[in-house]
């Protein structure tokens, strides 16, 4: 490419991205409110043509990032920023218009900014220049919000106002949600005709996603005659229970392929998710549920239904597992890279086209894992996988960026399948803004949410002595099965580490932490563990981010293996 002659730089940044995906109630939410921003953004990229353009590197991408950078003729800036970002706001208020017919107020979004930097020559000066103004526009709040009048906050985002009831055609069962506008347009995206979603059958649920494994054990074992009639039988108290018009989700990629008892089998891939846990089937949460609309739930219905689910697990000998995980990632100071020399546009596209490549990596990592993607835009990710998978996601996309651009660091969540998406999200958030905080950034936090609202959490490198492989060294307590003496580490060990904490971190200031290790050594051994295990352990608590008051006991690490051994089958 020949170098580029001077032009204004412009720069359009979107504003309140994570905010608007993480005030989610459920994972078609989340992908939603995606997928609303990418339009958006990919929008305010093709005002642009592809010489123009320094992020994206094309206009053609699949997914524009939430800043958009293009050096246009000398002059120009201003009015291409001013009529780029009028035509998103215009394309958004035509999509509120379509779900609502009529002109909704959604004051604060799209939250759209921009900055120009004057030709002048030298991209360096105007690289920082735009950067400068935006960082200082940011920290200039509007309070663009109107009164409202008898009306309650919406239940997603209670900065706006929730509307008086629901837009025409939303199903009787989504008739009280309180949502603002904005929300009922996030809510209704890929179901309502005149929106413009790049998906029409939803987004697989966090009971879908964590159940994976098990329908696909489901579907592998359909010639077993046990299995088909349990199968069948849940399929049909499912229709009675559920009643007519109920729509199914999007089908996890990596479900089992199937041919035979077509219809049936489709709908263990798309729609059996929720229903394989027999807890799932309660009478009153299902009449309160699908009782709408004049349908009455027939508890007679109810009870073949917790039979079929039960009668499968015992014909499979296997539980479906109540975990799935959050996973998040963000590239390493990716700032700092821009910013680094030399700094302009040509190389500036060269990493944004990389950007491209490792997000199209990060979505294949996921997918071919069982997992789905809610965003993976290279720079960051944000995917809901299966427990049993998550690990081996982190890891892989760890592996795909290297440092080029630059490292990775990740989060990993486990949560219960039926806690709340929103709490899950903003914790997920919260540790890797944890991994990121470790000196040198590049590293991991792995952390569980239980059901019951216990919690636990570690925090360390990727790679540091004596761990160097973090994510394997978590697998220390193994499962029973695995190629380990006497069936592996006892989870017992916890009860030790957390009654003698206090002594064992006394015995870490002694002769250089000798004493220690043989103690944590002695321990391990008792509970049925290696010296190699004991090895694992101190090393995981020399490096410990998560729980510096009682490192190097590795307690909050011990917490964490603990629970893999026992959710991540």
Known sequence: MSAPRPGDLVAISLSGVQVFITESRTTADAANASDIVGRLASLIAARFTDEE???????RVAAAPNRIVALVEPGTGAERAREAVAAARQTWQSWVERLFSSARETPGFPDLMWAVAPASGDYTAQWEQVHTALSARK?????DFPEAVDVGPCSLAPRWAAERRAPQGVPAHEQDQVLSAAGWVKRRWHAHPALPSSSTTGFASTSSIASTPYRIGVLRAWDLPDVRQNAVALHDAVREVMGPGRFREAPVTAVWPHRRDAEIVRWWEDGAGPWVWSDAWQEERLTREYGVGGHR???SAVRRGRAAATALRESLEVEPNPYYAVVVADLDSLGKVLSADPVDPTRHRALSQRLGELAREQRREVEERQGVAVYAGGDDLLAFTPASTAL?????????AGSDPTTLSCAVLFVHHIGSLRQAILQAQEL?????STPGKNAVAVGYLTGSGSRATTVRPWEVHPVGDALQALRTFRPVDALHTAGGLSPRLLNDLYRERWALADLASIDRGRVYAKEVARLVVRHGGTEEDARILVGLGACEHADPERAPVPLEAAKVAVFLRRQTW
Request: aromatic content about 10%; proline content about 7%; some cysteine.
């Open 432 to 436: 890797l803004a944890a991994a990121k």
């Open 53 to 59: 353009l320094v992020f994206p590197y094309s206009a």
């Open 139 to 143: 920290r200039l709040r509007g309070f």
């Open 392 to 400: 081996e996601i982190a890891a892989a996309c760890r592996d795909q």
């Open 297 to 299: 739930v027939d508890p």
